[in-house]
């Protein structure tokens, strides 16, 4: 069975690309076009950062470089190795620590990395192209195979790629394919007055 396109159950209507996003884990085998990997990087360039720091950095392996994509798979955990390897592009995520201007910490930096994945991943489903994020890594693992400079760190990594067939994963990511999805609803993350506080927005 091919991974399902589908869209989300929101509550109201949001822009296309976010009512079909989703971290798939099964993946077509079909190689991702260098224009489109282009475009996705383009418009992650183009997120919002702190002082315009623009922290993130990104090391890409594709299944067209064997010996690179598995030097990069072997900065998962196993768990994620499992069904990342049959991914067409992996992606490692790398924060800049501090602030070029005055070398003092950037607090934000993390948040940013964070913004521009999300930037990226609705670029991707705008191509039919889904990522799947992962906290599993081996942070200085990556450090050292990739000689990551210490005013850096890995972050996460993602997957990106075109769905494929769940069967191809194995057996026991099956269920967490087919699974429905559920958000919190507003009332529990929009707050008023104190924390806790239900927004008057919900009322």
């Not at 990997?37 to 418009?43: Q, S």
């Not at 948040?111 to 192209?129: K, M, N, P, W, Y």
């Not at 200085?140 to 760190?153: L, S, T």
Request: one cysteine or more.
């Amino acid at each position: 069975m091919i991974a399902e396109k589908f869209v989300n159950p929101v509550e109201r209507e949001v822009l296309g690309v976010i009512a079909k996003r989703w971290s798939p884990r099964a993946y077509s085998s079909r190689p991702v076009e260098k224009e489109k990997l282009l475009t996705i990087f383009e418009a992650a360039r183009w997120s919002a950062s702190s002082y315009n720091e623009q922290p993130w950095r990104f090391i890409v392996a594709t299944k067209d470089n064997p010996e690179a994509f598995d030097k990069l798979l072997s900065c998962l955990n196993d768990w994620n190795q499992k069904w990342a390897k049959l991914a067409p592009v992996l992606v490692l995520t790398v924060a800049k620590r501090t602030f070029t201007n005055n070398g003092k910490p950037n607090k934000h930096a993390w948040h940013d990395i964070g913004q521009t994945v999300a930037t990226l991943s609705l670029e991707a489903a705008s191509h039919d192209l889904y990522i799947h994020q992962m906290a599993g890594i081996h942070p200085e693992k990556a450090r050292e195979v990739y000689n990551i400079p210490d005013d850096y760190e890995a972050v996460t990594m993602f997957t990106l790629g075109y769905l494929g067939d769940v069967k191809d994963l194995p057996e026991e990511f099956h269920k967490g394919e087919k699974r429905i999805r559920e958000r919190k609803p507003l009332s529990e993350l929009v707050f008023e007055d104190a924390f806790g506080n239900t927004s008057s927005l919900m009322k």
